[in-house]
Nanobody
Framework: VQLVESGGDLVQPGGSLRVSCAASGFTIRNYRMTWYRQAPGKERELVAG????????NYVNSVKGRFTISRDNAKNTVYLQMNSLKPEDTAVYYCFVPTLNLWGQGTQVTVSS
């Protein structure tokens, strides 16, 4: 049972990036899925969450209107589309399944010119 994030990269301010979280050993269909991030010297924070049905979503205020969480249950994968990226979005992004208390290893997103 594991989560594997991918897609992190160095991107310029104003750019876009999509990170992915692929699950294995279980099906994500029945679970609420979330993305967290942790910037250097800061606590890990909840960025976005999506319900098992894929309809209910929530976001931290700082990313509303810029980030979109989605899920593809057939691919057992969750995505975080990030647009209009800012330097303060720089962090390691983690996938987390609250019900299973299961974390991925994280993927680094760096926003810098």
């Amino acid at each position: 049972v594991q989560l594997v994030e991918s897609g992190g990269d160095l991107v310029q301010p104003g750019g876009s990036l999509r990170v992915s979280c692929a699950a294995s050993g279980f099906t994500i269909r029945n679970y609420r899925m979330t993305w967290y991030r942790q910037a250097p010297g800061k606590e890990r924070e909840l960025v976005a969450g999506i319900g098992s049905g894929g309809i209910s979503t929530n976001y931290v205020n700082s990313v509303k209107g810029r980030f979109t969480i989605s899920r593809d249950n057939a691919k057992n994968t969750v995505y975080l589309q990030m647009n209009s990226l800012k330097p303060e979005d720089t962090a390691v992004y983690y996938c987390f399944v609250p019900t299973l208390n299961l974390w991925g290893q994280g993927t680094q997103v760096t926003v810098s010119s």
